[in-house]
C-alpha cells in the first residue's frame, strides 16, 4: 500500500460571505472538517496545493490532514466549484474512523474492448457513480465494468458488479449501468433487414 499524501490546513476564526471573499483573495481557500468522532473544525488551505492534491487523489483516496500538529485519516468529501471561474470555492473534509462505515459516492469506469463497438455500436454508461457502503479500510478508488464480451444490445446492471470484500453498492432497484447501444448504422441495416421481410 502506498504511503498517504499529507496535507497541511490552518484553523481559521472569521466565517462568512465577506471573510471568505477576503480568503480566497489571498490564495486560500474555506474549508470545514467534519469527524466521525464528532471534531468539526472551520479551516483555510492553500488553493494551488489543494487543486494539485485534489487532481491526484480525487474522492475516494484516504490521505493526513494535519492541524496544528495533529493529523486525521480523511477524504475530501466536496468541493464546491466557482459558478463562473475554474476555481474551487470551498471544501469539506470528512475525518474517518477505521472502523465506522460510511457510504460515498464511487466513480464508475469502464475497462476494455466491446465486440459490438467494432460492428457499429456504442457504450452508454447511465451512472458516472454509484453509492457505496464501506469502512475507510476498504473503499475502492473507482468501479470498473469490465466490457470485454460485450455485444450489441448486451447491459451490464449494477447487480452483475461485485465489490470486493467490506464494499457494497447500495441501491434499491435494479438498473442498467451501461449498455452497448446499436449505432446509426446497424439500425438502418435492421430497419432495411425488417423491410425486406415485409416486402418478401
Known amino acids: 500500500m502506498s504511503e498517504k499524501e499529507t496535507f497541511v490546513a490552518v484553523k481559521r476564526e472569521k466565517t462568512g460571505t465577506s471573510a ?24 483555510a488551505v492553500n488553493e494551488i496545493d489543494f487543486t494539485k492534491m485534489y487532481r491526484k487523489i480525487g474522492t475516494t483516496s484516504l490521505f493526513n490532514l494535519e492541524i496544528d500538529g495533529k493529523k486525521y485519516d480523511t477524504l475530501i468529501w466536496k468541493a464546491q ?14 475525518g474517518v474512523a477505521a472502523d465506522k462505515p460510511l457510504k460515498i459516492k464511487v ?19 447511465y451512472r458516472d457513480n454509484l453509492e457505496v457502503a464501506c469502512t475507510a479500510a476498504s473503499i475502492p478508488a473507482k468501479i470498473v465494468v469490465n466490457i470485454d464480451g460485450m455485444n450489441v444490445n448486451d447491459t451490464v446492471f449494477v447487480s452483475d458488479i461485485k465489490l ?9 432497484n ?6 452497448c447501444v446499436a ?6 441495416e435492421d430497419a432495411e433487414s425488417e423491410a425486406g421481410a415485409v416486402q418478401s
Not at 435494479?174 to 449498455?179: I, N
Not at 449505432?183 to 438502418?188: F, L, N, T, W
Open 183 to 188: 449505432g446509426r448504422v446497424i439500425a438502418d
Open 20 to 43: 471568505n471573499r477576503q480568503l480566497r483573495n489571498t490564495g486560500m481557500i474555506p474549508a470545514v472538517f467534519y469527524s466521525q468522532e464528532g471534531d468539526n473544525m472551520v479551516l
Open 164 to 172: 470486493a470484500d467490506g464494499a457494497t453498492i447500495n441501491f434499491t
Open 174 to 179: 435494479d438498473f442498467a449501468l451501461v449498455r
Open 81 to 94: 466549484m466557482d459558478p463562473v471561474r475554474p476555481r474551487i470555492n470551498h471544501i469539506d473534509f470528512l
Open 107 to 125: 466513480p464508475v469506469t469502464m475497462e476494455g474492448l466491446a465486440p459490438g463497438v467494432k460492428l457499429g455500436g456504442c457504450m452508454t454508461t
